[in-house]
């Protein structure tokens, strides 16, 4: 599934402002609430209480930006303002951060897909699915098997292999400042 990008608009103008406010202004007053009948459903299940969050140390985070930038020159294009540069430039620079972006992902992470199944296709979820795998999205009603489209066959890490850093190395510093003599 691809979005054409270049569909969607550069700027927006004050009239097309004012014109989406008046749409969705306009939609609203005729929008009418439908009496749906009733249907006996099961019991709704009762809310798990939410697990106890846990402190993460920002070192492997501040390790994969700094490798990032290593390979991709990730920071410098995202904190680069692309206002001044046309479209192909972009994409000449942005195809230099696919390639390091990938060489970086493929050297220090085996990544898999969660779905084997290919995306777009009819899928049903038996209960006892993980939820921290599937996220369900639409018009998630009652309890599982769910039958649904599969939007996105999700990513999972099955090995992370980063570097191993030298005692009393400062993580904040993702890249060094270069001097030139």
Request: proline share 8%; glycine share 4%; charged share 20%.
């Amino acid at each position: 599934m691809s979005t054409p990008f270049s569909l969607i608009p550069e700027s927006i103008d004050l009239l097309h402002l004012i014109l989406a406010v008046l749409v969705i202004v306009l939609f609203a007053k005729r929008v009418k609430p439908v009496a749906v009948p009733q249907v006996e459903t099961a019991p709704a299940p009762q809310p798990v209480p939410p697990a106890p969050l846990q402190e993460s140390t920002p070192d492997a985070a501040l390790q994969l930006l700094s490798v990032l930038q290593q390979d991709a020159r990730f920071l410098d294009f995202v904190h680069e303002d692309l206002s001044s540069y046309s479209d192909a430039d972009i994409g000449a620079a942005a195809r230099v951060v696919h390639e390091g972006s990938k060489k970086t992902l493929s050297t220090y992470f085996t990544l898999e897909a969660i779905r084997s199944e290919e995306e777009e296709s009819q899928l049903t979820l038996a209960a006892g699915f993980d939820p921290s795998e599937v996220r369900l999205t639409g018009n998630v009603v009652g309890a599982a098997p769910f039958t649904g489209t599969l939007i996105h066959r999700g990513w999972k890490a099955t090995e992370v292999r980063l570097p191993k850093r030298v005692k009393g190395h400062n993580a904040h510093i993702l890249a060094a400042a270069e001097v030139e003599l």
